[in-house]
């Protein structure tokens, strides 16, 4: 049986993990010296009690390739086939960890590590479509294929209501987002070849929901989509966008996520994105 492995950037529907059969290999969260794994020693809440309460942004970093090393010795058997989907390696050295532990692994497993190019509900969405292709009795080769062309016509779209937390991890440059806070200007983002691109800016929270809406629509039109929903601790803004891309999208599927906590300390909460690709 294939193994399909993704790190803990991207976001799974609810029950996918398991519907699905996909292994999640924890981004490390560090706080006050202390490194904590995604999902096992650190959830949600405990991620978004520490901002409320201390004011302090935990830091991340990647799975190193000994953490690789195990895990994939730890899901898998000798001479199993793991593809292995990571956060773009423009953005993360996620995806060089991987690499290497498939070197060290290299003639007792068969791991092949694939570039998302992109993150978040992306790359659940492509764990999602190799598995199905995979019980459908398609070969690997031909899973990486289409994962190719999934990441080619796939696009992923955000919106920040805050740059504080943008600013704070470098992921944006402080003097925009000083005067971003002092406007109330709210980003546009897209990610573009592997790297997040800001491609619009508007005053209000409402203007900046309704045009991610629409630079997607711009983007893909009518066609045929699998698309998802994703928010970063804002539940009722994302079901309200939710409801708006059922009616103004033609969706094949639709999946509603939160965003990665590894993520959300570079996006801050408030956060909302659209991705998809066409059916």
Request: net charge negative; hydrophobic share 40%.
């Amino acid at each position: 049986m294939l193994r399909i492995v993704m790190d803990t950037t991207g976001d799974l529907g609810e029950g996918w993990q398991e519907k699905y059969d996909i292994d999640l290999i924890p981004i490390n969260i560090i706080h006050h010296g202390t490194s904590y794994k995604q999902g096992i020693d650190i959830k949600y809440d405990d991620f978004y009690q520490i901002v409320e309460e201390e004011g302090i942004i935990p830091t991340t970093s990647q799975p190193t390739p000994y953490q690789f090393v195990e895990f994939y010795k730890k899901i898998a058997k000798p001479g199993d086939d793991i593809l292995s989907i990571h956060i773009t390696e423009k953005l993360s050295g996620t995806m060089a960890s991987a690499l290497q532990a498939a070197e060290m692994l290299k003639g007792e497993y068969n791991i092949h590590p694939f570039d998302s190019a992109s993150g978040a509900a992306c790359m659940g969405m492509m764990c999602k479509e190799a598995r199905l292709m995979e019980r459908a009795g398609t070969s690997l080769d031909h899973i990486l294929e289409k994962l190719s062309i999934i990441r080619q016509k796939m696009e992923f779209l955000f919106t920040l209501d805050t740059l504080k937390f943008a600013r704070l991890s470098g992921r944006i440059n402080s003097f925009e987002a000083i005067l971003a806070s002092v406007l109330d200007i709210k980003p546009i983002l897209e990610v573009q070849n592997g790297l997040i691109e800001t491609i619009d800016k508007v005053r209000t929270r409402k203007s900046s929901l309704a045009r991610l809406i629409r630079y997607m629509q711009e983007k893909m039109g009518d066609q045929p989509l699998h698309i998802a929903v994703a928010h970063a601790h804002d539940p009722a803004a994302g079901e309200l966008i939710l409801e708006q891309v059922k009616k103004m999208f033609n969706y094949v599927d639709i999946v509603f996520t939160e965003v990665s906590i590894s993520l959300a300390t570079h996006f801050g909460p408030g956060a909302i994105g659209l991705a998809a690709y066409p059916a």
